[in-house]
């Protein structure tokens, strides 16, 4: 959709590829300088466990060591998390761990092999305590705490309409038990930065998801106001949410403001799988009940969230797990219950959707099992009961314009059918589909972001942005709807971006806020931008502002081009009065709290729908799965740069096929991608991306967003497709040869499904 736009929905070069291309990028694993002192993290091998004693004169006997740093050295609070209410989490542990590969002590050396020699000659003695290890006995009366407060984390109910009166009086009910596995990011650049000591300020360039964040924590930890500390974003090598949580930067803060000196680290490959949070593993027990004709009536469903032995964004996990649990579709009678409970297990955080990807996998199976028991078409069942807009949510919100759900079912029939077809009577080949959708920014509460813009005296466009790029190509498609607004030339457009001294807060990159939040908040400092440009080409042209326009670099008196101003004299004009071409832009999504009773409320402003459409094939002998083809449509509102959105909607369907057919995190401190497996080139099918653009009303030329949702339908889709040729339900992620190989021995033993 190019429309009435010059730049916004057309495709261009993504800022920074040609960087990446030429290894010229600068990662958090590449600050490190010629005279810096490295770290290496001391860790525990077992939790949980009380700490007895932390011995450090190995380490500081060994060569090069500088200085070993203990719970006693943070200066200020010695807890971190990204929510106050749950701030849990300490930088090193002091008297207890919770789960082994927690950092107990830090080490500083000349160099990072001496520095992690320094680590593996401390000496820590640990005494284990018992632990709980699975949430649903982590509830009981006598589970071992966690934590102080209770095992509990949160609790989120929804409850609309009479749920037990419309089960009873439903034509069919279907009842099923879900469950997801904990899984790592593996992003490929592992955590890594640098932080110095300047003027009486700690400076630390680290990868991140959110520096505005982090420098508030590192503040915390340092006992000292925010601008005492400075946090700019590395160039990241993907996040996935597991750079929201800090990481390194703790340490790197730690270091340089005890001594004084450039310090820097990176975490191995090991470390990096060892030491950062997951994604949550989810039990679903959902039932779901329809009339005769396929429309559903009513729905309860109850989540059960692993935190593992810190909260992390357990939160958010919680609600919007809750909030998206029955899916993109009409329920008039709903009962929903979410929890997320402390374990001793590795801590869980955000991770790409927020535990829509657990809860897809869920309702979609529903769905799957309510068209057998109807003898209805899979798709067609959806298209039956997708939102529309006006129609009520879950939580009680009446949808607006801009819902793109039918169209997306629409838009991969005929993938579906063709397939379909080509697999009729094949009993190694199967189709599925699966649907979701996905409320863009932060659940039921103030998200804002903040943007600035500013015209030079050469002509050039600065933006000033904090929305970090993680390689979702923010940088590139907030410069596009900057240029957009303010009619320039897209190559003369520079970007600040993440730095905490240069640039407005936008928020965390997360939760796909980013297009839509800060594009808004942009194109609002782009509004105000011209505005002040036009206030003053009307007093220099004594003509009224409303007759004035701004094309190709020039304020045009409308009626008299020949009377234009060049925006660079406007520029001159302000700065001979210490004035600077500069204006601020500021968005926050329209939302509200959720009923604490009853769940109902506005979490988010708009929302993102897709359906994905699988064709797998199983290798009857060995159980394995090989997807061949994928059809994925996205309501994206409107795609501001194409190519880039069916980049990411590729991405989204590998990381989806991981998620669904291999990866299973089983801690360790020997963990590496030799044992935790991701797709490769050779897994992935192929992929036909397709961008359903009905515009969003308010988003930034109509723009919602697609980091998360680019993943989300794809494993209920392959779990589906491979459901059909092993002939019953496979409930459980992720569908390994074991599993897949137990199903099918029991088709060909004839044993009932499931169902």
């Known amino acids: 959709m190019t429309a009435g736009t010059k730049i916004v929905g057309h495709s261009v070069v993504r800022r920074g590829a040609f960087e990446r291309l030429t290894g010229r990028a600068r990662f958090g694993a590449d600050q490190m300088r010629p005279g810096d002192l490295a770290l290496a993290v001391v860790r525990a091998p077992l939790g949980p466990a009380r700490i007895k004693g932390v011995d450090a004169a190995g380490a500081l006997a060994k060569p090069g060591v500088v200085r070993v740093f203990t719970?006693?050295?943070?200066?200020?609070?010695?807890?971190?998390?990204?929510?106050?209410?749950?701030?849990?989490?300490?930088?090193?542990?002091?008297?207890?761990?919770?789960?082994?590969?927690?950092?107990?002590?830090?080490?500083?050396?000349?160099?990072?092999?001496?520095?992690?020699?320094?680590?593996?000659?401390?000496?820590?003695?640990?005494?284990?305590?018992?632990?709980?290890?699975?949430?649903?006995?982590?509830?009981?009366?006598?589970?071992?705490?966690?934590?102080?407060?209770?095992?509990?984390?949160?609790?989120?109910?929804?409850?609309r309409g009479d749920v037990e009166t419309a089960l009873a009086e439903a034509a069919v009910t279907v009842s099923g038990r879900y469950t997801t596995s904990m899984i790592d990011h593996a992003a490929l650049e592992p955590e890594g930065g640098r932080a110095e000591w300047i003027d009486g300020r700690v400076i630390v360039t680290a990868c991140t998801q959110n520096a505005h964040y982090d420098r508030?924590?590192?503040?915390?930890?340092?006992?000292?106001?925010?601008?005492?500390?400075?946090?700019?974003?590395?160039?990241?090598g993907g996040g996935f949410g597991g750079k929201l949580d800090l990481s390194v930067q703790p340490f790197l803060a730690l270091a340089a403001w005890h001594l004084k000196r450039p310090v820097s680290m990176v975490y191995s490959r090991e470390e990096s799988f060892w030491a950062t949070s997951k994604r949550h593993p989810l039990v679903m027990d959902l039932t779901t009940a329809a009339d005769e004709e396929g429309r559903l009536v009513a729905a309860t469903a109850d989540v059960l969230a692993d935190t593992g032995a810190y909260a992390s964004y357990a939160l958010a996990v919680c609600v919007r797990a809750a909030v998206h649990a029955l899916g993109p579709y009409r329920v008039p009678h709903l009962k929903i219950r979410s929890r997320a409970v402390y374990t001793h297990n590795a801590w869980a955080g955000a991770m790409r959707g927020f535990g829509v990807p657990q809860a897809a996998v869920a309702h979609e199976g529903q769905m799957d099992a309510l068209a057998r028991a109807l003898d209805l078409d899979p798709l067609?069942?959806?298209?039956?009961?997708?939102?529309?807009?006006?129609?009520?949510?879950?939580?009680?919100?009446?949808?607006?314009?801009?819902?793109?759900?039918?169209?997306?079912?629409?838009?991969?029939?005929?993938?579906?059918?063709?397939?379909?077809?080509?697999?009729?009577?094949?009993?190694?080949?199967?189709?599925?589909?699966?649907?979701?959708?996905?409320?863009i920014g932060n659940t039921a509460l103030s998200n804002p972001a903040g943007a600035r813009v500013e015209i030079t005296a050469d002509g050039d466009l600065i933006l000033y942005t904090g929305a970090a790029d993680i390689g979702q190509g923010s940088d590139t498609v907030l410069g596009q709807i900057a240029a957009e607004r303010l009619g320039w030339d897209l190559s003369r457009v520079r970007l600040v971006r993440a730095d905490t001294d240069l640039t407005p807060s936008a928020g965390a990159t997360s939760a796909?806020?980013?297009?839509?939040?800060?594009?808004?908040?942009?194109?609002?400092?782009?509004?105000?931008?011209?505005?002040?440009?036009?206030?003053?080409?009307?007093?220099?042209?004594?003509?009224?502002?409303?007759?004035?326009?701004?094309?190709?670099?020039?304020?045009?008196?409308?009626?008299?081009?020949?009377?234009?101003?060049?925006?660079?004299?406007?520029?001159?004009?302000?700065?001979?009065?210490?004035?600077?071409?500069?204006?601020?832009?500021?968005?926050?999504?329209?939302?509200?709290?959720?009923?604490?009773?009853t769940g109902q409320g506005c979490p988010y402003q708009t929302y993102a729908f897709a359906a994905h459409a699988a064709l797998a094939?199983?290798?009857?002998?060995?159980?394995?799965?090989?997807?061949?083809?994928?059809?994925?449509?996205?309501d994206v509102g409107r795609a501001v740069n194409p190519q880039a959105a069916r980049g990411q909607i590729a991405g989204g369907v590998v990381m989806g096929l991981g998620y669904a057919l291999m990866e299973e995190y089983e801690p360790g401190p020997d963990v590496n991608l030799d044992r935790y497996h991701i797709p490769t080139m050779a897994d992935a099918p192929e992929i036909t991306p397709i961008l359903i653009e009905p515009g969003d009303p308010d988003g930034p030329y109509g723009a919602k967003g697609l980091g998360e949702p680019a993943l989300i339908p794809t494993a209920p889709a392959v779990v589906a497709a491979v459901s059909s040729v092993v002939g019953r339900p496979l409930r459980d992620l992720p569908l390994n040869l074991e599993r897949v190989m137990a199903a099918l021995t029991a088709q060909e033993k004839g044993d009932d499904d499931r169902d």
């Open 71 to 159: 719970a006693d050295d943070v200066p200020g609070e010695n807890l971190y998390g990204i929510i106050a209410v749950t701030r849990d989490q300490p930088v090193l542990a002091q008297g207890l761990v919770r789960c082994p590969g927690e950092a107990v002590a830090l080490v500083a050396a000349e160099t990072l092999e001496q520095a992690r020699a320094g680590a593996r000659a401390m000496r820590v003695d640990l005494e284990p305590l018992p632990g709980v290890y699975d949430p649903g006995r982590a509830l009981a009366p006598e589970a071992p705490l966690v934590h102080d407060r209770g095992n509990l984390v949160r609790q989120t109910n929804i409850i």
């Open 216 to 236: 508030a924590d590192l503040a915390r930890i340092l006992g000292v106001k925010k601008d005492r500390v400075r946090v700019i974003q590395a160039e990241t």
């Open 380 to 439: 067609e069942l959806r298209i039956k009961n997708a939102l529309r807009s006006g129609d009520i949510s879950a939580t009680g919100q009446r949808l607006g314009q801009g819902v793109g759900l039918v169209e997306c079912l629409e838009a991969i029939r005929p993938y579906y059918d063709e397939w379909r077809q080509e697999s009729a009577g094949s009993d190694s080949a199967g189709v599925g589909v699966g649907a979701m959708y996905y409320g």
């Open 512 to 597: 796909s806020r980013q297009t839509f939040i800060s594009g808004n908040a942009v194109r609002q400092a782009a509004a105000n931008l011209e505005a002040m440009l036009f206030e003053e080409a009307a007093e220099k042209l004594e003509i009224g502002r409303r007759d004035l326009d701004l094309a190709e670099g020039r304020v045009v008196p409308r009626g008299a081009p020949d009377k234009a101003v060049a925006v660079t004299d406007l520029v001159a004009d302000l700065a001979a009065r210490g004035e600077r071409a500069l204006a601020d832009g500021h968005f926050d999504p329209l939302a509200t709290a959720l009923d604490p009773e």
């Open 617 to 634: 094939r199983v290798e009857r002998h060995s159980g394995l799965v090989r997807v061949r083809r994928v059809a994925a449509a996205h």
